[in-house]
């Protein structure tokens, strides 16, 4: 499967822990993008990377929240202190910069904080 | 603030009917245009997408949608729905501001009796 690939797929963990997720592109794709999808609502756009350039930030994405894509490839999304208000599906998408640029999304993962 | 709307959170149908999932969205510049299906767990998968040219687009599945930028609509239509069409679908808008994010709907749960 070459599409793009997160992990884990679930987390649960407690309120103020800390946790990071992983997100890996489909191949040659240049742009990186993190959305944020709760219940009842679409996703939420909450940052984008082309290549290891952080360009875009959503005032979503709180200063507990911090992205990373240190080579171009892979990406990491942390949550500090983690909170209830956290609880949500964590969506990961790429895409190839082109003129008719489509984004392809992950399976997303689950994050439940206690 | 730029937006999108669908404004049937739920639809039910039988199967053969036919199906018309409405989209608007709030921006007055150039845009391009999305629909994503999310079958009953997967990941959001593309349906269709409209960048430029005829209005009328057509996707995988038989599904179609037609842009009326009068409107401001980006309906997602089918003539007849087969009980694999149950999923919930958005609408997704990249509207042309110099950011690369895309704004997507609420989403419409398809529930496709047999």
């Known amino acids: 499967d070459t599409g793009v690939s997160q992990d884990p797929r679930h987390k649960i963990t407690k309120r103020g822990q800390n946790v990071t997720f992983r997100c890996d592109p489909i191949?040659?794709?240049?742009?990186l993008y993190w959305y944020r999808q709760t219940l009842g609502q679409g996703p939420e756009f909450l940052t984008y990377?082309?290549?290891?350039?952080?360009?875009?930030k959503s005032r979503l994405l709180s200063d507990r929240f911090s992205a990373e894509r240190p080579k171009g490839s892979f990406s990491t999304l942390e949550i500090q202190r983690t909170e209830q208000g956290d609880s949500a599906m964590y969506l990961c998408?790429?895409?190839?910069?082109?003129?008719?640029?489509?984004?392809?999304f992950g399976p997303g993962t689950r994050l439940l904080v206690l | 603030a730029q937006s999108v709307s669908q404004h049937n959170h739920h639809v039910i149908l039988s199967e053969a009917a036919s199906l018309e999932l409405g989209c608007n969205y709030s921006y007055g510049g150039t845009v391009n245009l999305f629909w994503y299906v999310q079958y009953p767990g997967q990941h959001l998968q593309l349906l269709l997408k409209y960048f430029s040219g005829d209005p009328l687009v057509k996707g995988i599945k038989g599904f179609e949608a037609e842009f009326i930028k009068s409107k401001f609509s980006f309906n997602l239509r089918k003539p007849s729905v087969q009980w694999s069409d149950t999923a919930e679908y958005f609408c997704a808008v990249h509207m042309n501001t110099g950011f690369q994010k895309l704004v997507f709907g609420t989403g419409t749960r398809l529930l496709v009796s047999p």
């Open positions: 191949s040659e794709h240049n742009r």
């Open positions: 990377f082309q290549n290891e350039a952080q360009l875009e």
């Open positions: 998408a790429s895409s190839w910069d082109v003129t008719q640029e489509t984004q392809y």
